[in-house]
Nanobody, 124 residues
Framework: HVQLVESGGDSVQPGGSLTLSCVIS???????MGWFRQALGKEREGVAA????????YFGDSVKGRFAISRDTAKRTLYLKMDFLKPEDTGMYFC???????????????????WGQGTQVTVS
């Protein structure tokens, strides 16, 4: 059973920065990984994704140029560095792992098999 645990969420002012972490219980090379967020009353939105070999990454239009995704395979940890935060970035942030993520659907939640419990980010 794959486990993912997010951390790093906080309340920040607009223009601020945060780095989220997600520790996975298994080898990162086995999974494509993604970050998703969900604001109150809204659907879950794909934010960023990274391929299982770590060579490809992709970002949603709303965060391009502001967010970065990275990973430390030795620590089995996925990161999301968020800069120039805006109030619309507020939401619960989830990391997800998938074994057969189709790269043309890398920001689609259904492509992922395992999910963390989420960490709250509030920008105000």
């Amino acid at each position: 059973h794959v486990q993912l645990v997010e951390s790093g969420g906080d309340s920040v002012q607009p223009g601020g920065s945060l780095t989220l972490s997600c520790v996975i219980s298994e080898d990162l090379f086995s999974y494509s990984m993604g970050w998703f967020r969900q604001a109150l009353g809204k659907e879950r939105e794909g934010v960023a994704a990274i391929s299982s070999n770590g060579l490809s990454s992709y970002f949603g239009d709303s965060v391009k140029g502001r967010f970065a995704i990275s990973r430390d395979t030795a620590k089995r940890t996925l990161y999301l560095k968020m800069d120039f935060l805006k109030p619309e970035d507020t939401g619960m942030y989830f990391c997800a792992a998938g074994t057969e993520v189709r790269w043309n659907r890398r920001l689609v939640a259904r492509e992922y098999d395992y999910w963390g419990q989420g960490t709250q980010v509030t920008v105000s």
